[in-house]
Each structure stands twice: as structure tokens, then as C-alpha cells.
């Protein structure tokens, strides 16, 4: 596709169940990022890879979540045991290059909305 | 570390009248700055960017922004505003060298009323 592709756009998961959230970056885009976005909230960054090497995790708020990118395109995040803090929209984005490189543009998918009850 | 603050979660114009969405950062290195804008049930685009260029940056739609770093701002304008500018707008700030990432402000929803 032309954009970013995310799915499923909505996710209703019960308190402890595991959730997979997908994001199909542009093709070609060699960069991609995960941001968290809570109600009312500005994006927060959860990581970040460069092709399939995941430099940057900084952001994730704990151990049971965890993102892949095993061939450097299609991502992967995964929560594990979910809790109700976990509600929030999960944007992809992806980038031609580093930031540096395209000025700091980025791609954004129009985010997988999740509910934790 | 880097942060922005975007005073004003809601804004509301009349059609024609001037927009101004403020935003203020704090970095300790030279800021690149962003707005990006999040059209209902679609993703954020770039409006426009500072990259350490013109202090005054043109964007889409008819947006322009002015970076004044004396006053760590870089606020959002449009002249005449348009029903169709009615959207969530986010300011963000990055250095783009070290972590490959945009801090974003909270956001501020735009309303434009006939």
C-alpha cells in the first residue's frame, strides 16, 4: 500500500489476556517507531529499529511489552498480560532514513485503538 | 532531555479569523521543531518542520510557524481559518541526532465555528 498500514484498528482484550498489534510500514522505509498515545496525550515513544535491529527501547513502559521486526519491515508489538493502563491508541511510524536524513518526517499509520476491561 | 509544552488543550475560532496555536520547548541542544496535524480518524502528517534554516517556516494549508529562540517558541499560525482546519494539532521537538525520536506536546484540538 501507499501508507502505513495498521491492524486491527480496534482491540477490545480482557484484563490479562496477550494482545498483537501489526504496523506494515511504506515499503522501503528502513526506519520504524512505536508510540503510545493515551487519551487526551500527546504520542509517547514506546522504540524504535533501524531495518531489524531494535536500537531503541527506551520507552517501553515495562516487560511485558515487546516489539519485533524480524526482516525489517513488518512490526509487531506484543503485550503480554494486559491491564487497564494499558488502554490507549498504538501508533506505527516509519521513515525512509534516519532521522537526521529526511528531516525528521514521519509516516504515520492511523493507530490500533485498544480497550482494556 | 527535551520537552514541549502546548498551552491550550482546546482552541476555538470563528471561520475567517487568525489561528494561533502556541508552543513552547525546552532542549538542551539546537532544536529541530515540528507541527504535525491529526485529521479525525486518520494519522498525524507534517504540517511543517524548523530545521535550522529560515526562522519563519511556510507549511501546508496555510500554516506558517516562526522559531524565536528567545523566547523557546515555535507557534502555529494561519491568517484565515478554514472549516476544513478543524483538527488535533501536535508540536514536537527532536535533535534528530542522538535519539532517533520526536517528543510530542500533549495537543491542542482546533475547533472552527461558522
Known amino acids: 500500500g501507499a501508507g502505513v498500514s495498521q491492524s486491527p484498528r480496534y482491540k477490545v482484550a480482557k484484563r490479562g489476556q496477550d494482545v498483537a498489534l501489526r504496523c506494515d510500514p511504506i515499503?522501503?522505509?528502513?526506519?520504524l517507531f512505536w508510540y503510545q498515545q493515551a487519551l487526551g496525550q500527546g504520542p509517547e515513544f514506546l522504540t524504535y529499529f533501524q531495518n531489524e535491529a531494535q536500537l531503541d527501547k527506551s520507552g517501553l513502559p515495562s516487560d511485558r511489552f515487546f516489539a519485533e521486526r524480524p526482516e525489517g519491515s513488518v512490526s509487531t508489538l506484543k503485550i503480554q498480560r494486559t491491564q487497564q493502563e494499558d488502554s490507549a491508541v498504538y501508533l506505527c511510524?516509519?521513515?525512509?532514513?534516519?532521522?537526521?536524513?529526511?528531516?525528521?518526517?514521519?509516516?504515520f499509520g492511523e493507530g490500533s485503538r485498544l480497550t482494556v476491561l | 532531555a527535551q520537552s514541549v509544552t502546548q498551552l491550550g488543550s482546546h482552541v476555538s475560532v470563528s471561520e475567517g479569523a487568525l489561528v494561533l496555536l502556541r508552543c513552547n520547548y525546552s532542549s538542551s541542544v539546537p532544536p529541530y521543531l515540528f507541527w504535525y496535524v491529526q485529521y479525525p480518524n486518520q494519522g498525524l502528517q507534517l504540517l511543517l518542520k524548523y530545521t535550522s534554516a529560515a526562522t519563519l517556516v511556510k507549511g501546508i494549508n496555510g500554516f506558517e510557524a516562526e522559531f524565536k529562540k528567545s523566547e523557546t517558541s515555535f507557534h502555529l499560525t494561519k491568517p484565515s481559518a478554514h472549516m476544513s482546519d478543524a483538527a488535533e494539532y501536535f508540536c514536537a521537538v527532536s535533535d534528530l541526532q542522538g535519539a532517533q525520536k520526536l517528543v510530542f506536546g500533549q495537543g491542542t484540538r482546533l475547533t472552527i465555528n461558522p
Open positions: 511510524a516509519s521513515s525512509l532514513e534516519w532521522l537526521a536524513q529526511t528531516g525528521g518526517e514521519l509516516f
Open positions: 515499503s522501503g522505509h528502513v526506519s
